[in-house]
């Protein structure tokens, strides 16, 4: 036991190390070892040259494609399949004291779907702490009684063993689903499909239908997670400039990653069997990043096989807001805070690949080191492309002396030129996933919007190093993080 957790504590404390320590190789490199500070240096901008043109081309792949299946008759498609009627699609939707109208909002998008509302099944989980939610239950039953097939409530009440979150929540749901429905209703489950919700989250018009065709077009569907294209555009246009563009960029890069299916784990909102969740064992009842764990709980349970398979179709959701400006960036930093604390099932990962004899190797080394990569590296990259370059050169004068110290700034600057121009294609794609702008903001903001992204090194740095650096920092001293809701206004 007390092996087993030393070598979880080295594992947290992996994460931060190596992004301290990559932060802060160029100043004391500077000193030491100049050249090769220097060659780190035009190696980070290189790889992020690679990453902006990837971003921007794989997110107008993806931009065409969504475009696309939003004129598809899904519908029509999925009634091909002579089992069609069998599929039937629970939606578990997790609140916790999210304003009655946001959960509203979502259930009507719900409503409002193609596929057959007695396919159809919503709970709404609730969490036993928060005072009042049988009110909003009995206010969401009159509105919304007999819209679906089955409506259900599910109260959480956190015990020992648990912490508090969507994972802890979603669980008890799906225990609840299992009796209600599976078990004495009857449903199927190997036709049943999970998704699991946000309170925020507003579906397209055809997301059940699309998921619905997905799922029975799949000869491999007990082995798959499906991921629509999230982006933070419910309250775009009554967020700070600032926050803007870091919700932006987060919707954009999540648009890109729906077309590179090598790398695709299901984040927020996503579906699966419930004959894999069953499989599995639900959501761990005490692991706060519950979209990431359960893709690799899948994944290593299986074997390997399980995949995650795009939809492309847009799915809205609420940027983080406050009443005031300073609320709305602090809360935002929470936000962003939480998701760079995904770095803390890194550990569980790691020691799964090194335990799982029957994935290949080459498969499972693949799978883990890309997005491992991506949160270990998630507060260096601002450090190294805004500041890297300069540092050499003010601690080491004799450095600057040399071919390479004299050529370094030109190079990594034309490298960083190069790198700008793929934002045009990030811009021109926002603006046509935007939502029209609302008749009560100014026509100017929208003409200024391109504008705004000259606020990226200074978004970069308070929505993404820094609440990276602090996500990493607190895991390694083991100041382990508690879930924290994102305020809705």
Known sequence: MRKERFIQRLLEILPGFISWNLILFPFWGALVAPIVVAYFI????????????????????SHLRIQASKKMDWLGELKFFPDWEKVHHVIIVCTYKEPLYITERTLQSIVKQTMPAKQITVVVAFEAREIGWQEKA?????????????????????????????????????????KELIDTKKIDINYCTVT???????????????????????????????????????????????????????????????????????????????????????????VIPEDWHIFFK??????GKVEVRPLFLPLSADAAESTSFFKTMKNQYEQFKRWAWGVCDDPYVIKKYFTSKKINFWDKTVRIARPLADHFLWPVYWF???????IPMLLNKNFTRTALGFNLPKISSFIMTISLLFLF??????????????????????????????LVPISGFIFGA???????TRLMLGKYIEYRVTEKV
């Open 42 to 61: 035009l190696f980070f901008d290189i790889y992020w040259l690679y990453k902006s043109f990837t971003l921007a081309l794989f997110a107008l792949i």
């Open 138 to 178: 009995e206010e969401i039953k009159k509105k919304f009684h007999g819209k679906f097939g089955h409506l259900f409530f599910s109260e959480h009440e956190l015990i020992s063993g648990e912490t508090a979150g969507k994972h802890s929540n979603a669980r008890v749901a799906a225990f609840k689903i299992k």
């Open 196 to 286: 699991s919700c946000d309170a925020d989250h507003v579906f397209h018009p055809n997301h059940f239908a699309y998921l619905a065709y997905e799922f029975l077009d799949d000869p491999n569907r007990y082995e798959r997670f499906w991921q629509p294209t999230i982006g933070f555009y419910n309250n775009i246009w009554r967020i700070p400039a600032i926050s803007r563009v870091a919700n932006t960029l987060g919707s954009i890069w999540i648009t890109a990653a729906q077309s590179r299916t090598d790398r695709l784990i299901n984040q927020q909102n996503y579906s699966l069997s419930f004959r894999l969740l069953d499989r599995i064992g639900y959501w761990d009842p005490d």
């Open 298 to 303: 899948a994944y290593f349970a299986t074997d």
């Open 384 to 390: 190294i492309i805004t500041w890297g370059v300069n």
């Open 425 to 454: 294609v990030i811009v021109f794609i926002d603006l046509k996933q935007r939502p029209p702008r609302p008749k009560d903001v100014p026509r100017y903001r929208s003409w200024f919007t391109p504008l705004e992204f000259i």
């Open 466 to 472: 820094l609440p990276g650096l602090d996500a990493h």
